[in-house]
């Protein structure tokens, strides 16, 4: 089992940045493809970025590229989440997950495990 906690969400205007991190505890965060997720009040969980076991591999939603950024430290057990030039419609509760799979996919169904999440609001 895996357990993920997620922290550094928050209160940001529009154009800040900000950092989320997730700590894995449990397996080593190295067996498990890991990914962001954030889901709005009313919507459906959105993907929003994933990367490999290894870190060789990243995949970004189309929304979030070139403004965002998903890193890992194996030896930390962490991934986290560089946000920057941040919108209003950023704001949602952001889940870290970790799967199985090879490579970062896009859909919730793919991860095994989640963390609680954490809130980001992006105000204008």
């Known amino acids: 089992q895996v357990q993920l906690v997620e922290s550094g969400g928050g209160l940001v205007q529009a154009g800040g940045s900000l950092r989320l991190s997730c700590a894995a505890s449990?397996?080593?965060?190295?067996?498990?493809?890991m990914a962001w997720f954030r889901q709005a009040p009313g919507k459906e969980r959105e993907f929003v970025a994933g990367i490999s076991r290894s870190g060789g591999n990243t995949n970004f939603a189309d929304s979030v590229k070139g403004r965002f950024a998903i890193s890992r430290d194996n030896a930390e057990n962490t991934v986290d989440l560089q946000m920057n030039s941040l919108k209003p419609e950023d704001t949602a509760v952001y889940y870290c997950a970790a799967g199985t799979v090879w490579l970062p996919a896009r859909w919730p169904t793919s991860y095994d495990y989640w963390g609680q999440g954490t809130q980001v609001t992006i105000s204008s």
């Open positions: 449990g397996r080593t965060s190295s067996s498990y493809t």
